[in-house]
């Protein structure tokens, strides 16, 4: 069993920047792989980034060069720094994680970017 905690999402300007984490209830080492997902409002749940318990690194063409997905394994946290933020980036994230062929979900974090 894991539990995921996402925060640090809000309202940012475009072009602003925000770094949302993922607290998990256990050692992130022992779970396989860790991704962000979003979720525009009328759209289906896609793949932001994914980073491997080996560091390897993974995202979508649309945030690469943008989005940074980083983990602490001290802290069992994972984050995602997301900047140049775009009015289409605006969604609720959510954290997932894939451990003992069981994926787990984190309840989201609202981002909106608008002036």
């Known amino acids: 069993q894991v539990q995921l905690v996402e925060s640090g999402g809000g309202l940012v300007q475009p072009g602003g920047s925000l770094r949302l984490s993922c607290a998990a209830s256990r050692n992130i080492l022992s779970i396989y792989a860790m991704s962000w997902y979003r979720q525009a409002p009328g759209k289906e749940r896609e793949l932001v980034a994914v980073?491997?318990?080996?560091?390897?690194?993974n995202y979508a063409d649309s945030v690469t060069g943008r989005f940074t997905i980083f983990k602490d394994n001290a802290k069992n946290t994972v984050y995602l720094q997301m900047n140049s933020l775009k009015p289409e980036d605006k969604a609720v994230y959510y954290c997932?994680?894939?451990?003992?062929?069981?994926?787990?979900w984190g309840q989201g974090t609202k981002v909106t970017v608008s002036s």
């Open positions: 997932a994680g894939k451990a003992g062929g069981l994926s787990y």
């Open positions: 980073i491997a318990n080996v560091g390897s690194t």
